[in-house]
């Protein structure tokens, strides 16, 4: 399948590139400003999808909106209404406004409608992702990068709404229709991306903030939200690369090690320990902290007994020849012994963060299982 992308070098055309450059047996024909519109001409024979992102938002004069949005799509239609090539074009939200960016669209979109048999025009809301220029046209991308960068932002109301949708729904939701599926939200003629965010930019800074914290700590926030997940895959992505290394603690005495890995305040927290041979570490109990062991490398014995009931008490050996999550019940006293000729390595969850304060540590020797 061969594909023509114009506006390729642009937000939306880059992520669309990289994600079908890793589709089997899809050959991709850009466009981009630079070009001269020969290089369609030549190909169109060849094609047999086109995506139409190429268009103009801030230009320097208003005449530009036209002959960016409008014209090119002219073009572009008048070379193929008379070939069966379906066509992707990117518009915006803005088409029904009275301005000329969205009149400009608007002209693109009714030229479509009037030309074409087999055409997808797709009004899209504010998309954020990797890749969008900053201090440009895209809230969140400059939030992300002036942020990250320590660079002053400005926020007029932060009450203000934005509908945001994310460039790799955007991407998904083009190559199904590209593989023949139909668009999953269609209004009269126009396509829209589901799903949609509807949030504040006093929340996005909020969060973008938080999220530029967490890069010095050991601390990761939440993201078991749908948006604030992808708003801090984007913020990371505009994260200095020479700011993503950050160092953790490790904490050595005469048993090995002990290193804190990563701390969230709603699943608590993940550490990994080092043993010498026959160390054995534990011999404590909680009443609410509970642990999970998973024992990476080498060979152990895990042994926990009831802290009310002296019949009660288990063993388990365990290996990296077969790793096994072992769940440490609340109530039973615990310890762990390297068993091997070699270090052992220990991963550990802990579904509580640690305080010193109330550590909710007990000791008590495990009884042995007779």
């Avoid at 991407?171 to 590209?178: G, K, P, Q, T, Y």
């Avoid at 320990?273 to 011999?283: L, T, V």
Wanted: glycine content about 4%.
């Amino acid at each position: 399948m061969k594909v023509l992308i114009t506006g390729s070098n642009g937000f939306i055309g880059k992520n669309l590139v990289s994600h079908l450059q890793e589709e089997d047996n899809v050959e991709i024909i850009t466009y981009d400003v630079k070009d001269n519109f020969s290089k369609i001409e030549d190909n169109i024979d060849d094609i047999d999808f086109i995506f139409h992102l190429a268009g103009v938002n801030r230009p320097q004069s208003v005449e530009e909106f036209y002959h960016g949005n409008s014209d090119l799509t002219k073009k572009i239609v008048d070379l193929i209404k008379n070939k069966n090539i379906p066509l992707l074009i990117t518009s915006s939200i803005q088409a029904t406004k009275d301005n000329d960016y969205g009149k400009s669209k608007k002209i693109a979109e009714d030229y479509i409608i009037d030309n074409l048999k087999e055409y997808y025009i797709f009004r899209l809301h504010n998309v954020f992702g990797k890749w969008c220029r900053p201090n440009y046209n895209s809230v969140v991308a400059t939030f992300c990068y002036n942020i990250s960068h320590d660079l002053e932002i400005k926020v007029n109301d932060p009450n203000t709404e934005l509908s945001l949708i994310y460039i790799d729904d955007i991407i998904e939701e083009f190559i199904r229709v590209m593989k023949g599926s139909k668009p999953e939200e269609i209004n009269d003629k126009y396509c829209y991306i589901n799903p949609r965010y509807n949030v504040t930019l006093g929340y996005i800074t909020s969060k973008l903030y938080e999220f530029k914290d967490s890069m010095n700590s050991i601390y990761v926030p939440n993201t078991g939200n749908d948006f604030i997940k992808k708003l801090y895959s984007t913020y990371i992505s505009y994260v200095d690369v020479n700011k993503t290394v950050t160092t953790a603690t490790k904490n050595v005495d005469e048993r090995g090690a002990f290193i804190e890995l990563m701390r969230t305040y709603e699943n608590g927290q993940f550490s990994v320990s080092f043993s010498k041979p026959g160390i054995i570490r534990g011999n404590h109990y909680h009443h609410t902290k509970l642990e999970r062991f998973i024992v990476i490398k080498g060979k152990a014995k895990i042994s926990f007994s009831s802290v009310i009931d002296d019949n009660d008490n288990y063993s388990f050996i365990v290996d990296d020849n077969e790793i096994k999550i072992v769940t440490i019940p609340v109530g039973y006293t615990h310890n762990i012994e390297n068993i091997g000729d070699d270090e052992m390595i220990l991963a550990i969850w802990c579904n509580e963060l640690f305080d010193k304060e109330k550590p909710d540590t007990y000791y008590k020797k495990v009884r042995e299982k007779k």
